[in-house]
């Protein structure tokens, strides 16, 4: 069983640079998350959607987009990166948002230099 | 808003019990989490309780929740090396997601 993958599992990207994390999962849950984890830190959310097509701002949004135009995929794009979004990313899904369990995919590691 | 609070650090020997510690302060908080991580790799979801209830045991796992005092706690009985994690306590308030603690690293010494 797959469940949530993300890929890339690590990237190094140069100041200013572009790229997108892709988060799928195979579960048909409606809710799908993204959050941040820095170093001995709890985990940030930064967007999350509740269906295809809609997408809401969690707590740390700035510097960060995403797309819902499927019930599997949520992609996380970051358009200028900062030294400030070095972290690792944690994609998550869950078949409703309350007291329903969420499933976590394995982390992209993310470095800015 | 809401914020939840965790010790960092907790050391035990093997074969003790491990008591992991985590304060809320959302009182409209129905669900509470706790998520295990290992090196490298991402949450597990240990158990949770749900806030009408006081206590829930789950094999080496009992989990007990204070609402008056917004505190919950993880213990975990016979503490094996393989229990060296980091454990994250978390609260769902109905706002669509989950709010984490900043986590416990629990390191088990042989």
């Known amino acids: 069983n797959a469940g949530v993958t993300q890929t890339p599992k690590f990237r190094i990207l140069k100041i200013g640079q572009s790229m997108t994390l892709q988060c799928t999962q195979d579960?048909?849950?409606?809710?799908m998350y993204w959050y941040r984890q820095d170093p001995g830190m709890g985990l940030k959310l930064i967007y999350y959607s509740v269906g295809a097509g809609i997408t809401d701002k969690g707590e740390v949004p700035n510097g960060y987009n995403v797309s819902r135009s499927t019930t599997e995929d949520f992609p996380l794009r970051l358009e200028l990166a900062a030294p400030s979004q070095t972290s690792v990313y944690f994609c998550?899904?869950?078949?409703?948002?309350?007291?329903?369990?969420?499933?976590f995919g394995e982390g992209s590691w993310l470095t800015v230099v | 808003g809401e914020d939840v609070e965790q010790s960092l650090f907790l050391s035990v020997r093997e074969g003790d019990s491990s008591v992991i510690n985590c304060t809320y302060t959302d009182s409209s908080s129905t669900y509470l989490y706790w998520y295990k991580q290992e090196p490298g790799a991402g949450l597990q979801l240990l158990t949770y309780?749900?806030?009408?209830?006081d206590m829930k045991q789950d094999q080496r796992l009992t989990v007990l929740l204070n609402k008056k005092d917004k505190h919950l706690s993880l213990r975990i009985a016979d503490t094996q090396t393989g229990d060296s994690a980091i454990y994250f306590c978390a609260e769902d308030t109905g706002r669509r997601a989950l709010t984490f603690g900043s986590g416990t690293r629990l390191q088990v010494q042989p």
């Open positions: 998550a899904s869950s078949s409703e948002g309350l007291g329903n369990t969420i499933y």
């Open positions: 579960m048909n849950h409606n809710y």
């Open positions: 309780i749900f806030s009408n209830m």
